[in-house]
């Protein structure tokens, strides 16, 4: 006969196993806003004691959280990270200040290089350990990238171009400091995140989910998959030899317009033994940006189909080429009645933009193709920006390399302001 102490030890085991099981399938869920200047999008985080409320930009291919710790700025729980630490990366500079000594001025402290895309210069910091406030819940353990904003201007301040109120950025990389590798390993998360951007503050916010995607909702059932690639050339500003890219390429095998596949040479989608080429994904890129041999099919098929459908083409507002007035198009469940432009992927999926994601009102009166001329000589070919990922749930897994995407949820009756876990 089975004894009372055995019997409690196997309840307590099960009790201990469905704990386990409830912790790993929880997300983290991070609140989206979008800034209405910037285009870009944003997500609140505290950080430190006393807690200091920061406003960090959302960045696909950012290495590592990283925030302003400026002269306004100390926490008492601040702990840097010694040069000879195991959890300094490799390659870290190793940083020294005169003081006075706070975050992001301490002496023999493991190096951070902190990029912002918009700033032509890469700035050197310090890797810190302090509590993070996400999601309701209080972090420590967490490494993340600090320097001061202090003595930078013009061209060169730290926070140039990000929203205004910003301070700074978190990185979701496929790197060792990334938040959702961090969370990943501190919490026993799999190793996955998705977001779901808004269009507008005005509709609601988004959201960042930390683990994976919802599995409410019936998500799984409209979401479609396609391999994620790596670069095997950085893409970083700074990097060592041999280095891959951290930022997520897809391949995109044609793009077609209302249907119909464009005309142009098909080696731009492929990366070369360069790394130039492909196809990456961008939440820093307000709009797709895109080669001009496949802009200008783009745009030239696009105004044909439109002018098919009695949509009057009117001048041109920078940064866009084609644009048309606003009454002559019509109005469907996912926005803007236009010609649909379909990404075809990797697997034989379709990744297709409606009206809503590929057309910007930008006056009361005109609305264009919010699509980008990328020049000549871009380093990736296709840039899919943030517009045209609003309203889409999209998740990135890491363990089995592969996206999956909805295309608009406005097909579903739904937004990403009311797409919960």
Same mark, same amino acid.
């Given at each position: 006969?089975?004894?009372?102490?055995?019997?409690?030890?196997?309840?307590?085991?099960?009790?201990?196993?469905?704990?386990?099981?409830?912790l790993q399938s929880r997300p983290f869920i991070l609140p989206i806003g979008k800034d209405p200047t910037t285009?870009?999008?944003?997500?609140?985080?505290?950080?430190?004691?006393?807690?200091?409320?920061?406003?960090?930009?959302?960045?696909?291919?950012?290495?590592?959280?990283?925030?302003?710790?400026?002269?306004?700025?100390?926490?008492?729980?601040?702990?840097?990270?010694?040069?000879?630490?195991?959890?300094?990366?490799?390659?870290?500079?190793?940083?020294?200040?005169?003081?006075?000594?706070?975050?992001?001025?301490?002496?023999?402290?493991?190096?951070?290089?902190?990029?912002?895309?918009?700033?032509?210069? +890469?700035?050197?910091?310090?890797? %810190?350990?302090? &509590? #993070?406030?996400?999601?309701?819940?209080? $972090? =420590?353990?967490?490494?993340? *990238?600090?320097?001061?904003?202090?003595?930078?201007?013009?061209?060169?301040?730290?926070?140039?171009?990000?929203?205004?109120?910003?301070?700074?950025?978190?990185?979701?990389?496929?790197?060792?400091?990334?938040?959702?590798?961090?969370?990943?390993?501190?919490?026993?998360?799999?190793?996955?995140?998705?977001?779901?951007?808004?269009?507008?503050?005005?509709?609601?916010?988004?959201?960042?989910?930390?683990?994976?995607?919802?599995?409410?909702?019936?998500?799984?059932?409209?979401?479609?998959?396609?391999?994620?690639?790596?670069?095997?050339?950085?893409?970083?500003?700074?990097?060592?030899?041999?280095?891959?890219?951290?930022?997520?390429?897809?391949? +995109?095998?044609?793009?077609?317009? %209302?249907?119909? &596949? #464009?005309?142009?040479?098909?080696?731009? $989608? =492929?990366?070369?033994?360069? *790394?130039?080429?492909?196809?990456?994904?961008?939440?820093?890129?307000p709009f797709t940006v895109l080669h001009s041999s496949i802009y200008k099919p783009l745009v030239r098929d696009?105004?044909?189909?439109?002018?098919?459908?009695?949509?009057?083409?009117?001048?041109?507002?920078?940064?866009?080429?084609?644009?048309?007035?606003?009454?002559?198009?019509?109005?469907?469940?996912?926005?803007?009645?236009?010609?649909?432009?379909?990404?075809?992927?990797?697997?034989?999926?379709?990744?297709?933009?409606?009206?809503?994601?590929?057309?910007?009102?930008?006056?009361?009166?005109?609305?264009?193709?919010?699509?980008?001329?990328?020049?000549?000589?871009?380093?990736?070919? +296709?840039?899919?920006?943030?517009?045209?990922?609003?309203?889409?749930?999209?998740?990135?897994?890491?363990? =089995?390399?592969?996206?999956?995407?909805?295309?608009?949820?406005?097909?579903?009756?739904?937004?990403?302001?009311?797409?919960?876990?």
């Open positions: 006969m089975t004894s009372f102490g055995t019997l409690l030890s196997l309840l307590t085991i099960a009790l201990l196993s469905v704990s386990c099981l409830s285009n870009l999008f944003y997500t609140p985080v505290g950080v430190g004691t006393p807690r200091h409320n920061f406003n960090l930009v959302i960045d696909l291919g950012g290495p590592i959280l990283w925030y302003d710790c400026n002269n306004h700025y100390n926490s008492s729980t601040y702990h840097p990270i010694h040069c000879d630490s195991k959890r300094c990366p490799a390659g870290s500079a190793c940083m020294g200040c005169n003081g006075p000594f706070k975050p992001g001025c301490s002496n023999d402290t493991c190096g951070s290089f902190i990029s912002n895309p918009f700033v032509d210069a +890469v700035f050197t910091g310090d890797t %810190g350990e302090d &509590v #993070l406030f996400i999601s309701h819940t209080i $972090l =420590s353990g967490l490494l993340s *990238g600090c320097t001061s904003s202090d003595g930078f201007s013009g061209d060169l301040a730290l926070l140039q171009g990000l929203p205004k109120g910003s301070k700074g950025i978190l990185g979701l990389a496929r790197t060792q400091l990334a938040l959702p590798k961090q969370l990943s390993i501190s919490h026993k998360l799999p190793l996955k995140f998705a977001l779901c951007l808004p269009s507008s503050n005005k509709k609601g916010l988004g959201n960042l989910f930390i683990g994976g995607a919802p599995q409410q909702n019936n998500a799984s059932k409209f979401l479609l998959t396609t391999p994620l690639i790596i670069n095997p050339f950085s893409t970083a500003p700074i990097f060592g030899e041999g280095d891959p890219s951290y930022e997520y390429f897809i391949v +995109v095998k044609s793009i077609k317009v %209302g249907g119909q &596949v #464009l005309n142009f040479k098909s080696s731009l $989608l =492929s990366i070369d033994n360069k *790394g130039n080429g492909g196809t990456k994904i961008s939440t820093m890129n696009f105004v044909k189909k439109a002018s098919d459908r009695k949509i009057k083409k009117v001048a041109s507002v920078a940064p866009f080429e084609a644009c048309f007035d606003f009454s002559t198009i019509g109005r469907t469940t996912t926005g803007l009645d236009v010609p649909t432009i379909e990404l075809v992927l990797e697997g034989g999926v379709q990744w297709t933009i409606y009206g809503g994601n590929s057309m910007v009102l930008v006056k009361k009166t005109v609305a264009c193709l919010g699509f980008v001329d990328g020049g000549k000589k871009p380093r990736t070919s +296709v840039v899919i920006g943030g517009h045209q990922l609003e309203d889409n749930l999209v998740e990135f897994d890491l363990v =089995s390399s592969k996206l999956s995407f909805s295309s608009s949820l406005l097909l579903h009756n739904a937004r990403c302001s009311n797409f919960r876990s």
